[in-house]
Nanobody, 115 residues
Framework: QVQLVESGGGLVQPGGSLGLSCVAS????????MAWYRQAPGKQRELVAR???????EYADSVRGRFTIGRDNAKKTVYLQMNSLKPEDTAVYYC?????????WGQGTQVTVSS
């Protein structure tokens, strides 16, 4: 069983920045993906960014160039740096990890972009 704990959400003004972190309770092999998804009210959960060794990080078109995903395997942590935030980035952000073929989700952290 893997537990994922997110932190770093909150309220930020348009154009601002916010960083999210997700710590796993056990090591996730670098070849297994870790990712961030988000779900806005009334919308389906969507992939924001994904990272695993041997491949370039993947980004949703809507965040490419503004968001950066990073990973520290020693700390069992995946990060999401979000810059130039827009109101449409408002959502609950979920951490994702796959380990030994099983998918795990964090509990989610709210990000609200509003003036």
């Amino acid at each position: 069983q893997v537990q994922l704990v997110e932190s770093g959400g909150g309220l930020v003004q348009p154009g601002g920045s916010l960083g999210l972190s997700c710590v796993a309770s056990v090591s996730i092999h670098s070849s297994d993906p870790m990712a961030w998804y988000r779900q806005a009210p009334g919308k389906q959960r969507e992939l924001v960014a994904r990272i695993r060794s041997g491949r370039d990080p993947e980004y949703a078109d809507s965040v490419r160039g503004r968001f950066t995903i990073g990973r520290d395997n020693a700390k069992k942590t995946v990060y999401l740096q979000m810059n130039s935030l827009k109101p449409e980035d408002t959502a609950v952000y979920y951490c994702y990890a796959r380990r030994d073929g099983t998918v795990y989700w964090g509990q989610g952290t709210q990000v609200t972009v509003s003036s």
